[in-house]
């Protein structure tokens, strides 16, 4: 648990804004370790099956999307727009560089996705990565015909988070290392501190 691992990915916005230190302190700030980073384009591919790692991912996202237009929806196919979605999240993620990262730290997963704050910038509580930096909205984003510029995504669970981590870096890419503060933060009885 103390070596939960989690992939980060600061979206071409997040880079372009000049985001990537302020994020990168925030996960450091609170006690997670950085053991994986690179800065890429990621091609259509890559990002293709970063997103449908799940076999169903274009259904559901495609019915979770009807459900939410209500009535204006309610004909179209959950496949047809669940493509839709994808073309534009790939589109969006492809377009410039990104930082993709490994954190490392207890409940690594569920503590960065606190921290980054929900899907949807407008509904994500100040304090948030996305609170405190977007003002985008699914409504903006749908009503331009692009995705939503969330700056960041977060692995969802820990298994969601080995399958990204093994898409997006070879193993060599990733640090096995020590820091000063695992003792602060890991040793039961901080008998490290003194010599």
């Keep these: 648990m103390r070596k939960e691992r989690t992939l980060v ?17 925030r996960f450091e700030k609170m006690g997670l370790k950085l053991v994986g980073t690179k800065m890429i384009i990621p091609t259509k ?3 293709r099956k970063h997103y449908t790692m799940e076999d169903d991912w274009v259904e559901n996202v495609g019915k979770k999307t009807i459900e939410a237009g209500g009535d ?4 179209k196919d959950p496949i047809e727009e669940g493509e839709k979605i994808l073309s534009n999240i790939t589109g969006y993620i492809t377009s410039g560089p990104v930082v993709v990262m490994v954190w490392q730290g207890v409940h690594a997963v569920e503590m960065v996705r606190k921290m980054v704050g929900g899907t949807e910038p407008r509904t994500s509580d100040v304090g948030t990565i996305r609170g405190d930096y977007v003002l ?12 939503v510029r969330n700056i960041i995504h977060a692995s969802s669970a820990t298994s969601e988070a080995d399958n990204e981590i093994n898409l997006w870096f070879d193993k060599s890419e990733v640090m096995d290392y020590k820091l000063v503060q695992d003792i602060i933060l890991y040793d039961t ?3 490290g501190l003194v010599e």
Excluded: C, F, H, W
Excluded at 72 to 75: E, F, L, P, S, T
Excluded at 137 to 147: L, P, T
């Design 45 to 47: 591919d890559l990002a």
């Design 72 to 75: 204006r929806m309610k004909d």
């Design 136 to 147: 985008d909205s699914y409504e903006i984003a749908d009503e331009d015909g692009r995705a």
């Design 9 to 25: 990915i600061i979206k071409p916005d997040g880079v372009q804004r000049g985001l990537i230190g302020d994020i990168i302190t």
């Design 189 to 191: 009885n901080l008998d």
